[in-house]
């Protein structure tokens, strides 16, 4: 068995965080529309309303813990945000995948649950998921903004959604880690809003 050498270790580690500089200038160049996220997620709360949330893989991990930091708490002490990720009721998931599709696992439950002047967080490293596409109509059907989390280029997503926080560089995993940091800053910007 080859062993990595502390030179090759260094080579890598070099390009990642090159990687990971590239990632966190697209993020800062969103600052404005991550402000207006904030502001509509923010008022969707004042205002009575929850946030639902949903993505595929690890932007389902990303839906998760975003909203974890809402209900939880992300840095301070308040009451909690409602807000849901529409992945983590593995009954309902696996109920509509097999009963209508998995193109509308999303979609059905924010037609159930989502109601105007509520927000969907849609994410899609591509802006292409099927069924973040389906559930981002389904929110517009139901009157509720649309905030989406993409990458590259945004791609569908990006002309479907009120606000769409496109991190412009080409790396999946490097979409990932900006998307998390997006949702820390928009936490961060509601808790400070609602405080």
């Known amino acids: 068995m ?29 600052a404005p529309r991550i402000a207006c996220a904030a502001d509509a997620i923010a008022s969707s709360f004042a205002a009575g309303g929850q946030l ?43 109920a509509i995948g097999n ?32 069924n973040v596409l389906a559930a981002i109509d389904a929110a517009h059907g139901a009157g509720m903004a649309v905030i989406g989390l993409s990458g590259r280029d945004g791609g569908t997503m990006a002309g ?8 412009a560089v080409d790396s999946t995993p490097r979409i990932q880690e900006a998307h998390i940091t997006i949702a820390h800053v928009l936490c961060g910007l509601v808790e400070d809003a609602l405080s």
Do not use: W
Request: proline content about 3%; hydrophobic content about 45%; aromatic content about 6%.
């Open 99 to 130: 009963d209508y599709g998995f193109d509308e696992v999303f979609a059905r439950q924010v037609r159930a649950h989502g109601r105007a002047g509520d927000v969907l967080l849609a994410i899609s490293t591509s802006g292409d998921s099927p």
């Open 52 to 94: 639902l949330v949903c993505g595929n893989g690890g932007s389902a991990a990303d839906a998760q813990h975003v909203a974890a930091e809402f209900v939880g708490r992300y840095l301070k002490e308040r009451m909690p945000y409602p807000a849901i990720a529409l992945h983590a009721n593995a009954s309902a998931v696996t």
């Open 2 to 30: 080859d062993r990595v050498t502390a030179d090759e270790g260094a080579r890598v580690l070099t390009l990642a965080l090159a990687g990971h500089r590239d990632a966190i200038d697209a993020v800062e160049a969103l």
């Open 160 to 167: 479907r959604c009120d606000v769409c926080l496109t991190v």
